[in-house]
Antibody, heavy 115, light 109 residues
Framework: EVQLVESGGGLVKPGGSLRLSCAAS????????MNWVRQAPGKGLEWVSS????????YYADSVKGRFTISRDNAKNSLYLQMNSLRAEDTAVYYC????????WGQGTLVTVSS | SYELTQPPSVSVSPGQTARITCSGD??????AYWYQQKSGQAPVLVIY???KRPSGIPERFSGSSSGTMATLTISGAQVEDEADYYC????????????FGGGTKLTVL
């Protein structure tokens, strides 16, 4: 069974940092691009970042460029999102999703940025 | 920045056909994808590459795309189809950044 499990969310103060992880299982992780998508409370989906299978190509939304860094470790079947200089508007559930089709998604991890 | 536009809400009675549209300037060149999100759950892919249906998705879900508009059609909508639906695509510049539509709340009652 294909499974994605996010972790690392929590409460952080404005200006702080957090590192999210996404553990993949049930498929050949190294063959797929991966994505981070977030959803603020009561709001719609926002694409955050994507990374190609070999990490050669990386893309960011303008809203996080320069503050967030996506990375992956194919040996550990894991995807990461390093989030620095966090703002209140970064408060959201963060999902990882597989491939160009964004299928499947993990259950999400909640990041709350508040003083 | 590139945007995809969806109606905020669509309402149908059970058994009727629901159509949700998504407009974007790059859709003639880029595929559209559709996701269903029920309350408190992660999104689920229901249509990919404009019109293909993943395994396990009921046949009543179909997709099409023409010009700058993609459409998700639910033929014979069921009460359990009530959810938020999002279209997704990438912009047509070289940077392959993703973009979601604002979402459409489908009410079936």
């Amino acid at each position: 069974e294909v499974q994605l499990v996010e972790s690392g969310g929590g409460l952080v103060k404005p200006g702080g940092s957090l590192r999210l992880s996404c553990a993949a299982s049930g498929f050949t992780f190294s063959s797929y691009s991966m994505n981070w998508v977030r959803q603020a409370p009561g709001k719609g989906l926002e694409w955050v970042s994507s990374i190609s299978s070999s990490s050669s190509y990386i893309y960011y939304a303008d809203s996080v460029k320069g503050r967030f860094t996506i990375s992956r470790d194919n040996a550990k079947n894991s995807l990461y999102l390093q989030m620095n200089s966090l703002r209140a508007e970064d408060t959201a559930v963060y999902y990882c999703a597989r491939g160009l089709e964004l299928d499947p998604w993990g259950q999400g991890t909640l990041v709350t940025v508040s003083s | 920045s590139y945007e995809l536009t969806q109606p905020p809400s669509v309402s149908v009675s059970p058994g009727q056909t629901a159509r949700i549209t998504c407009s974007g300037d790059a859709l003639p060149k880029k595929y559209a994808y559709w996701y269903q999100q029920k309350s408190g759950q992660a999104p689920v892919l229901v249509i990919y590459e404009d019109s293909k249906r993943p395994s396990g998705i009921p046949e009543r879900f179909s997709g099409s795309s023409s010009g700058t508009m993609a459409t998700l059609t639910i033929s014979g909508a069921q009460v359990e189809d009530e959810a938020d639906y999002y279209c997704y695509s990438t912009d047509s510049s070289g940077n392959h950044r993703g973009v979601f539509g604002g979402g459409t709340k489908l009410t079936v009652l």
